[in-house]
């Protein structure tokens, strides 16, 4: 069966950068979102089809996907950002796999 | 505005079958393009995909999990329900029913219920 894979966590001080990987194989050749979930509440998709930005969802969060690597990138990140972050892929044949998942944690 | 909401049993014995209610407002599961998914996510780990049926009755299923579900819609009373035979303890989890826009595998779940917790146990 199809995997996509997380790194567990991921810490970054405020104001900095944080990437978030999801690989899987030719997972560029698929459609990724991201969905962010904080404690207590239910996810919401902060990319899709890729690097698309729902409305509402702040500039500083944007998305890559290319080969096996998909990435997630928060800019500025603010402490409003520490939340779980998961990954999804779809295609034909693997319907809609979520990464294990990362704890984004803002020092 | 969209809401979706959860409703079921909370606790359900081993081969037992359960079945969610997913009771929505704001859209209609007749309009073109609309679809509405299962998701959970077993304490402490990831989220999965379970099912999704579109306005059309076009239904998906998680491949590992087609053998034991069914997703039926109720357009009239604006609900979708959710069927899982044989349940298991590795099927406790939080329950979540969400709406996309065809097609879903590019735009993703963009509303969600609160989830419901389903635990399985003797």
């Known amino acids: 069966s199809y995997e996509l894979t997380q790194p567990p966590s991921v810490s970054v001080s405020p104001g900095q950068t944080a990437s978030i990987t999801c690989s899987g194989d030719k997972v560029g050749d698929k459609y990724v979102c991201w969905y962010q979930r904080k404690a207590g509440q239910s996810p919401v998709v902060v990319i899709y089809?890729?690097?698309k930005r729902p409305s509402g969802i702040p500039e500083r969060f944007s998305g890559s996907n290319s080969g096996s690597t998909a990435t997630l990138t928060i800019s500025g990140t603010q402490a409003m950002d520490e939340a779980d972050y998961f990954c999804?892929?779809?295609?034909?044949?693997?319907?809609?796999?979520f990464g294990g998942g990362t704890k984004l944690t803002v020092l | 505005q969209i809401t979706l909401k959860e409703s079921g049993p909370t606790l359900v014995k081993p081969t037992q079958t359960l079945t969610l209610t997913c009771t929505f407002s704001g859209f209609s599961l007749s309009s073109s393009g609309v679809g509405v998914g299962w998701l959970r996510q077993p304490p402490g780990k990831a989220l999965e995909w379970l099912a999704l049926i579109y306005w059309d009755d076009d239904k998906r299923y998680s491949p590992s999990l087609k053998s034991r579900l069914a997703i039926t819609k109720d357009t009239s009373k604006n609900q979708v329900v959710l069927t899982m035979t044989n349940m298991d303890p590795v099927d406790t989890a939080t329950y979540y029913c969400?709406?996309?826009?065809?097609?879903?595998?590019?735009?993703?779940?963009?509303?969600w219920g609160q989830g419901t917790l389903v635990t399985v146990s003797s």
């Open positions: 089809h890729d690097n």
């Open positions: 999804q892929a779809w295609d034909s044949t693997t319907e809609g796999v």
């Open positions: 969400a709406h996309g826009v065809s097609p879903i595998a590019v735009a993703g779940f963009d509303y």
